[in-house]
């Protein structure tokens, strides 16, 4: 299978309107879009050695400590919610970030996640 | 139980010599040890909701990404290694980092996991 | 007296209304409430050899630096002023992180500072 | 010539309001507007050794990588377009930062760079 | 051509010996490397619009104003020299970086900048 | 006074070997020890509304939580001590920034300054 069809089928695995979603992606900028497809999910989300629930959650740590990708947050808690890792994951794990990068990540991260819950129905 | 004991018991799970680490901490600061003991592992770290194994996992992952403390990231692969978390595992979480935070970031990180995986028995 | 009612009182010294920041934290999470109270203010912040209005201070300077933390800028910048801290001092801290961290940081936090000016009264 | 009088002429070769930039920079703080103007464009902007179209170019790099400036981003992507450097060089150094800052760096960047597009005619 | 043929190619330009470098990367992880030359040097680098010139310009500034980065910054320092970008050029585009990112990331990076002008033959 | 006098005459309070700390700055770059004596210090450090003790404090916690800067952390470390700002004001600073930026950041900020501590005679 190509990278492009295995990025693609897994990102169909997190979002529920995937041609939108590279629609808008190739709007910004179509080598982009195809790179965060081929390159992003084809190579490295799909890569074995870590479920795609363990792999969304540490992105989601990972952004939430970085603190400075709020819109790819919220993309990969809404992910995370449906592949099924529950409400209280995303926050243990968001909440955790404010013992390693301090609160104002955290409770930034806390209030970018709330958003997105309000918008998915999943367990908590 | 305190969050002292709590946080001791914690880190014997992840750190052979516990006494020698909080003294090396105390040296640096008796307040930051203590501060480390009972709200890291005492409060953050031993919240229900994620194993260890995960918490660890996602602070390697976190800090692979940050770049900014080479120290912590290798004390917490220790850890992932000593809880059973597979060196796949933690290779895996640090490489998905060039995709969020770069490629410096991740091989970085990735030379720091090679340190530790040459001091640390562990399964592939 | 525990930590957390310590915390309570020195959130009254920079907080006109305690209870609403506490009950907003707590609509977030209600142990990040919970631990900003505690651990971040009836710990770190109450502890002697700085006064409150250095504590406060030093906090704009790091989160300007940082420039990841707009939002808690803004809480420090007002709690700054609430404490006696001059308009000028806290502009002066910011300013000076152009030095330190780059103009951007530094005219980012003037702006964050001047919407909190344009808010609570305090002398120049 | 003054560092400042230099500052001005260079600033007026990519801001079509010079005098509307400095006073609202001014309205921030005096002495910010004139640093900008004297140290940043007067002493560091106007260096010899660097072309300011690649002054300009290494800038809007650097800013989408550090990911904490979108604003400034913005003037710098539009101080680019007005310089002569095309559309396709300002998006291209923008991608590029996702090899060495992450994707979610690029693509706020090249979000950004867009928002500019829409409001400066420039060739691809 | 392929992907990895085209960063091979391109890594040539830059890297007096190229095994070497890409066997190191090896060592780290064997796709970590791949990924630097299929998609870093493949795709990223090898991209048209910019010049290889400007292209390890911008990362060096960019990666100066990161400041996390340093071995990777004197890479790129070393691959800049080597492509006949002078001397003078990398230090300009480090010394910029104190506008925008503060003095110890420029100060920082016109530090590793020298230890490579120390190593490799170039004209100022 | 010229703003290269001032800057001088400031640093002297700081730095025992002004000289030397100024000749190591322009083997770096001629320029950028200028711009550090006469913008830094000549500007930034020696503007009124401050004093330089408060100044070098906010330095010292914003470095800390950057986490980018561990030689300049070092200095400024130092500038504290040989203004009469006391050691534990220092370590205060410091151990602050685990609730703002982390404790990687603090841990590793009081680190540095144990470092500094042990070489300058300063009271706690």
Redesign the interface.
Known sequence: MSNHQRGLDLLARIEPDVEGRVAR?AE??P??AR??VE??FG???S?P??TLQ??E???V?????????P??LKVHVAACLRLGVSR??V???I??????????????G??LA?EVFAQIEAPD
């Open positions: 992606l910004l900028h080598d982009a790179y965060v390159f992003g190579e490295i989300l890569r050695g870590l363990q792999r959650l540490i992105t740590a990972a952004l939430a400590a970085m603190g400075t990708a819109a790819q209280t994951e926050t243990e794990a909440l955790q970030m404010a013992f390693y990068a301090g609160f104002p990540a955290a409770l930034n806390l209030s709330k």
